[in-house]
């Protein structure tokens, strides 16, 4: 079956549409997947708006969960809307603003948010299923941590990804040291987080980050032939979720930490790296206006 084909028969299962501001999301009946696309404005970022929907949107499936004994979902896809951009992290703009007003309870408050919601992906929000990303574009501090949280990372070749959290003398504090030390080692985290380079799909392959590396524009078929393989065997399956879990443990209280040592850190960021980041915003405010 050729891939369009394929991608044919498999969307014809979606159903229950839903599109708000920020988020897109919908539902396949036949495999029992939840798709979440993120769409940040004015740019592709985690805006608290972005962040609120997705929060609603894991609460309307812990309920349908509950509703129907755990059966309604078995996979759920973090994806994009926007072409070319997965995400490219947190919203610059607002922390800037924190910043200057010598906010610490509003970056705590908007730290706690985004740790919240990786936290719940990474444990699949307490069910029986299976979070998946699916990186089709740039993946960049924020973006990256929310893709690597996903118990199942597919990217698409050409794709890439980073935290360039350090060029404007911050470091990602919202998961990524955790989750990537558990991945590839502590020496090999640091490096990562403190080159503030990018990385491509295939070099986060080769290294263990991403564990399905697939060819570009068939990243959403790697997914379904990923989820047949899973439902083929799916006890196997969920036993070895089961044993990572055990093995691999982040707990909530780990990652609320380092968002307190992030806060403080960011309070200490001088006007030259402030202006860094608001020249960053600039350019990510110039990409979104490309694509428009």
């Known amino acids: 079956m050729s891939n369009v084909a394929y991608i044919n028969e498999v969307t014809s299962e979606r159903q229950g549409y839903a599109d708000r501001s920020q988020l897109k999301t919908y539902y396949d009946n036949k495999n029992k997947i939840g798709w979440f696309l993120m769409k940040g404005a004015p740019r592709p970022s985690f805006t608290v708006r972005l962040l609120t929907e997705i929060s609603d949107y894991f609460k309307v499936v812990k309920q349908e969960m509950a509703e129907t004994n755990g059966e309604k979902y078995d996979f759920l896809?973090?994806?994009?809307?926007?072409?070319?951009?997965f995400n490219l992290g947190g919203d610059l703009e607002l922390f800037s603003q924190y910043i200057r007003n010598r906010d610490r309870e509003g970056l705590l408050r908007?730290?706690?948010h985004s740790i919240d919601l990786v936290h719940q992906n990474?444990?699949?929000?307490?069910e029986d299923l299976t979070t998946i990303s699916l990186i089709q574009g740039d993946a960049l501090g924020g973006g990256f941590e929310s893709a690597i949280s996903a118990?199942?990372?597919v990217a698409e070749r050409?794709?890439?990804a980073g935290l360039p959290e350090v060029l404007f003398n911050l470091f990602p504090g919202m998961g990524a040291f955790s989750l990537l030390s558990r991945k590839i080692g502590f020496a090999e985290a640091e490096k990562?987080?403190?080159s503030g380079g990018l990385y491509s799909a295939e070099q986060l392959f080769d290294m263990g980050v991403v564990d399905i590396?697939?060819?570009k524009g068939e990243g959403e078929v790697a997914v379904y032939r990923y989820i047949k393989s899973n439902q083929r065997s799916m006890?196997?399956?969920?036993?070895?979720q089961q044993v990572k879990d055990i093995c691999n443990q982040v707990s909530y209280q780990e990652l609320m930490d380092i968002g307190e040592v992030w806060a403080d850190a960011a309070l200490k960021l001088t006007e030259k790296d402030l202006r860094m980041m608001e020249r960053l915003v600039r350019r990510q405010n110039s990409r979104a206006e490309d694509q428009a």
Request: aromatic share 6%; net charge negative.
């Open 77 to 85: 896809v973090l994806g994009s809307d926007i072409e070319g951009v």
């Open 110 to 112: 908007y730290a706690a």
């Open 122 to 126: 990474m444990t699949h929000l307490g």
């Open 151 to 153: 118990n199942v990372v």
């Open 158 to 160: 050409g794709s890439k």
């Open 192 to 194: 990562m987080i403190m």
């Open 213 to 215: 590396l697939a060819e």
């Open 235 to 240: 006890n196997s399956y969920r036993s070895m």
